[in-house]
């Protein structure tokens, strides 16, 4: 029996991973018909702050994992002291904390771009003189997909945004003139090994991640200059489990560290469909004390493409018209309301090279909503929802 704390869609795919190799799976969450809990053998339904509901939990089970990485430290060593729990408490401290997390990387010598803490108010006169330049401030906590982010033209609005952050503790960061974003998943066993799958070229529209493509098109130097960050993280962190290393690449091929996160990756998504072992199962092997599975692709390419609530604004999405492009999987996380900007799942395809598998997801996602186009065109020949109005339903991957 494998515990997962956490009931959204990292948890239910590492479900369904867990039971296609036989184990039982248990989840702890505090939401109702949570997507995790939908597949789960056994649902703990409970705050994280309930130890005592924790501790029983962690005893019901052979080894507890996490499918995000902001559970409460107690909640983590409660777990701790009656199983296994990969990867450990520490590592997500690191992780939960931007500062933290930064300090870690230096420690580590990883390629970083200048930065400066600003914990409290009299920390933004140091912080303006290292960084005067162009930035971006974000909270040291609890910041994802855009949220608890400012950008800056200089030092000069630095007060102003950390106002507007709510004077909670942040960094400052240089911003780093990219031309690519990528990330590298890795996985760790409990016996020292390492499993790394090549980069991901990763797309973003509004914060969010949109198309994620594989091979990412890097000169083989930079990708051995990305894994070699990901081992790096791996060992000195001491990670037993699957951790992302999200990366800034440069104009002249350089790569500075952006941040991790000790779980599997929303990038990494394509590896249930275009690889030999996904980073789902193994999340399960290193949790089970399983070898490692390997990460080669099964073809030529692979493309995802993310789903957000955006898309049911219309009504419900066509799937069939998706579904009957060939080549196309199609993957739901059973969430019981479509927001605007929320994952409500995504699409997989692989073809003979990236741009062509990127090809088939963007289409296939234009095509849920293409039907819906049409009738409002009709309806009111003015409304710009007939010109794809809504950028994630047919946004290229060059978009973002």
């Not at 959204?8 to 939401?31: C, D, H, I, N, S």
């Not at 106002?163 to 016996?191: H, I, K, M, Q």
């Not at 791996?234 to 489990?241: A, H, K, M, S, T």
């Not at 980073?279 to 390419?301: H, I, K």
Request: charged share 20%.
């Amino acid at each position: 029996m494998l515990g997962v704390l956490g009931g959204g869609q990292l948890g239910r795919m590492f479900a369904l991973e867990a039971k296609r190799l036989g184990f039982r799976v248990a989840v702890y969450t505090p939401e109702l018909d949570s997507p995790a809990a939908q597949v789960a053998d056994h649902v703990t339904r409970a705050e994280y702050t309930d130890l005592d509901r924790v501790a029983a939990f962690a005893r019901s089970v052979d080894g507890v994992t996490f499918e995000f990485e902001n559970v409460p430290a107690p909640t983590a060593a409660t777990a701790a002291e009656h199983t296994r729990v990969r990867p450990g408490g520490p590592l997500l401290a690191i992780a939960q904390d931007r500062l933290a997390e930064k300090a870690a990387f230096a420690r580590l010598g990883l390629p970083i771009g200048p930065y400066a803490p600003v914990r409290r108010a009299e920390d933004l006169a140091a912080a303006a003189s290292a960084v005067p330049g162009k930035s971006v401030l974000k909270t040291a906590r609890l910041g994802y997909d855009g949220k608890g982010q400012q950008r800056l033209a200089s030092a000069q609005e630095l007060p102003q945004a950390h106002a507007a952050l709510g004077a909670v503790p942040c960094v400052l960061e240089e911003f780093v003139p990219f031309v690519g974003e990528l990330s590298v998943v890795g996985a760790r066993g409990a016996d020292g090994s390492v499993a790394l799958y090549e980069p991901f070229r990763n797309v973003h529209a509004d914060h969010i991640l949109d198309v994620t493509t594989c091979p990412a098109g890097l000169d083989a130097a930079v990708v051995h200059d990305a894994q070699r960050i990901a081992r790096a993280l791996l060992e000195g962190l001491d990670v037993v489990g699957v951790l992302c290393v999200e990366l800034f690449q440069l104009a002249d091929g350089r790569l500075f560290v952006n941040e991790i996160a000790p779980r599997p990756h929303n990038s990494g998504h394509l590896t249930l469909d275009a690889h030999v072992c996904s980073q789902f199962e193994q999340q399960v092997r290193a949790l089970a004390g399983l070898p490692l599975g390997a990460t080669q692709r099964t073809g030529g390419a692979g493309a995802m493409a993310n789903l957000l609530g955006d898309l049911w604004q219309r009504g419900e999405p066509d799937w069939s018209a998706a579904l009957a492009i060939p080549g196309v999987r199609l993957h739901l996380y059973g969430k019981r309301e479509a927001r605007p900007g929320r994952k409500m799942g995504h699409l997989c395809a692989t073809a003979d090279d990236a741009e062509a598998a990127a090809a088939l997801v963007v289409r296939a996602r234009a095509a849920l909503t293409a039907g819906h186009a049409v009738e409002t065109a009709a309806q009111d020949p003015r409304d710009g929802w007939g010109g794809g109005s809504d950028r994630r339903a047919g946004a290229s991957s060059s978009s973002g």
